[in-house]
């Protein structure tokens, strides 16, 4: 499963979910159930049917799993992509915050300015970055 293993790459693996299960990470088994029911040469009457359309859901369900693994392996990459960005952003957002600071110094304002500045930046909550979680 290729997105699994861009998401392991990227670090982005959650934690605690150990392996795949063996059924997302080998391709499904060949054949058809019907052919050894044939062969066996019972009579099972409608129980066959019933064999069949259960072995074709269980087909189903599996590719249902296959495709949203998928999708969430691909959205945990995205989430990734974004937590980098946001880092950026606050990065550079910290970094005009002290040259303005440098700037107000510069200036020489009086110590009542300077108070006012601090007391309106200390109203502020600090910036933190959210925790982007995944469970599968």
Do not use: H, Y
């Given at each position: 499963m290729e997105p699994w293993v861009q998401l392991k790459q990227a670090g982005l693996e959650p934690s605690g979910l150990g392996p795949l299960p063996k059924a997302l990470r080998v391709p499904p088994p060949e054949?058809?159930?019907?052919?050894?029911?044939?062969?066996?040469?019972?009579?099972?009457?409608?129980a066959r049917e019933l064999?069949?359309?259960?072995?074709?859901?269980?087909?189903?369900?599996?590719r249902v799993d296959v495709q949203l693994l998928g999708q969430?392996?691909?959205?945990?990459?995205?989430?990734?992509?974004?937590?980098?960005?946001?880092?950026?952003i606050l990065e550079e957002e910290e970094e005009e915050e002290e040259q303005e600071e440098k700037s107000c110094v510069e200036e020489?304002?009086?110590p009542e300015e300077k108070q006012d500045e601090e007391r309106s930046r200390s109203s502020y909550p600090a910036q933190r970055l959210p925790d982007f979680g995944m469970t599968i």
């Open positions: 054949g058809n159930p019907g052919q050894a029911l044939m062969s066996s040469g019972a009579e099972l009457g409608g064999i069949l359309w259960i072995w074709e859901e269980l087909g189903n369900l599996r969430l392996c691909d959205l945990g990459l995205e989430m990734g992509t974004f937590r980098e960005e946001l880092v950026t020489n304002k009086g």
